[in-house]
């Protein structure tokens, strides 16, 4: 049945369905194909170039992947795009930040897909919060608020005995906003750090 599913009709059908990032089991859905099969079918078009694997399971066209932001929540949930790239998107820092940054309650992972380096780093679940939902390309994605990713990225860094960042807007911080989120993480040496860095 794999033979009968040529590349017109594999890309066609796929993107009829509008599936931006697909897995072996809506292969097996939109061709009523078996497991075997989809699988043969993504790992044929994988290495013909017309898909591109994005994660284990997890596939995309190359001429039509999602934006960077959603794929960051689609790799690995929950998260939410959160620290240093955050902070960037918002422009409280002036550098650009490449490495997509995330939490997430689940365990710290890393991918690198499709030319971009996906970090994430487990948090809290009490402090799993202090996030907003935007939308790019008619794409939804979660991403901290400015106070939260500033948190979270002192949260790291203090943590692993790193300095605070030194260069960024402090006129775009809500001061209370931030404390109140910094007290989710029950950590004193952050709150401390914190109400430093802010003054």
Request: proline share 4%; net charge positive; aromatic share 14%.
């Amino acid at each position: 049945m794999a033979k009968l599913v040529n590349r017109a009709d594999f890309v066609a059908k796929i993107k009829a369905k509008k599936i931006v990032l697909f897995s072996p089991r809506d292969v097996q859905i939109v061709f009523g194909v078996s497991k075997i099969a989809a699988t043969f079918l993504l790992h044929r078009y994988t290495k013909g170039g017309i898909i591109v694997r994005v994660k284990r399971g997890l596939y995309s066209f190359p001429d039509a992947l999602p934006p960077e932001l959603y794929l960051a929540n689609k790799l690995y949930n929950p998260s939410y795009v959160s620290r240093e790239f955050a902070l960037s998107y918002h422009g409280v820092i002036p550098e650009t930040v490449y490495e997509i940054t995330s939490v997430t309650t689940k365990a710290t992972r890393r991918f690198e897909t499709v030319g971009k380096i996906y970090s994430y780093r487990r948090i809290k679940k009490t402090a799993f919060t202090g996030y907003v939902v935007e939308k790019q390309r008619g794409f939804t994605f979660r991403i901290a608020d400015i106070e939260k990713a500033f948190v979270d990225s002192l949260y790291y860094r203090v943590l692993f005995n790193k300095k605070p960042i030194s260069r960024f807007d402090k006129t775009k911080i809500d001061k209370n906003k931030a404390l109140k989120y910094a007290r989710l993480f029950n950590n004193q040496k952050l709150i401390a750090i914190l109400k430093r860095t802010l003054l």
